[in-house]
């Protein structure tokens, strides 16, 4: 596609359930982030991937939290058990390799967790 | 450690005049430095970037930056502000040895007609 695609654009979930996003990024990008935007804050750092590289987990907040890439292309942001600071908007960004490329986003998945 | 500061959380300008949204950053390398606009409701969107070169980037709808090396800032600018531009802007930086981009807590840009 055109741009970052990110699917479902909103969730409501109750507390304890597990919720997936899917992020599919520009075609031909190679690194991907995973992001989140809590209500009037700063983009917090979850994750990265790059090719076929392991990725760097270092801002996942809990182990709740994974990620996964199949085929270096989409990419799934599992919550599981979801309680309700995980409330947020999960931005998904990609870039091309290398180089001094900026991030390209997604519209964002806004999950509410009742 | 990399870090990027944002001192102002919220900017207000007249339609017209000129506008200024701070940004400092902290890296150990060299840095890539990016500024972002969001809308509400929607993702972040690109406005320039500072590699290497001329230290005044230009950018999109009429933004541009000047990165100063000594001050170690990347103050985002625009000679005449509209009403269109109100949103939220956000300063990221990169270490260019590292992968990760590093964002400020965003500044509210608000344009009153």
């Known amino acids: 596609g055109a741009g970052v695609s990110q699917s479902p654009s909103n969730k409501v979930t109750e507390k304890g359930k597990d919720v997936e996003l899917r992020c599919d990024p520009i075609s031909g990008h190679t690194a991907l982030y995973w992001y989140r935007q809590s209500l009037g804050q700063g983009l917090e750092f979850l994750i990265y991937?790059?090719?076929?590289?392991?990725?760097?987990k270092s801002g996942l907040p809990s182990d709740r939290f994974s990620a996964e890439r199949t085929g270096g292309s989409v990419s799934t942001l599992t919550i599981q058990r979801t309680q309700q600071e995980d409330s947020a908007v999960y931005l998904c960004?990609?870039?091309?390799?290398?180089?001094?490329?900026?991030?390209?986003f997604g519209e964002g998945s806004r999950l509410t967790v009742l | 450690a990399q870090s990027v500061a944002q001192p102002e959380d919220q900017v207000n300008v007249a339609e017209g005049n000129p506008l200024t949204v701070k940004c400092t950053y902290s890296?150990?390398?060299?840095?890539?430095l990016f500024w972002y606009v969001q809308y509400p409701n929607r993702g972040l969107q690109f406005l320039l970037k500072y590699i290497t070169g001329d230290n005044l980037v230009k950018g999109s709808y009429g933004f541009e930056a000047e990165f100063n090396k000594s001050q170690t800032s990347f103050h985002l600018k625009k000679p005449s502000a509209l009403v269109s531009d109100s949103a939220l802007y956000f300063c990221?930086?990169?270490?260019?040895?590292?992968?990760?981009?590093?964002f400020g807590s965003g500044t509210k840009l608000n344009v009153k007609p």
């Open positions: 990221a930086v990169r270490d260019g040895g590292d992968n990760k981009f590093y």
């Open positions: 960004a990609s870039r091309s390799a290398g180089g001094s490329g900026e991030l390209f």
């Open positions: 890296v150990s390398g060299n840095p890539y």
């Open positions: 991937f790059q090719g076929n590289s392991a990725p760097d």
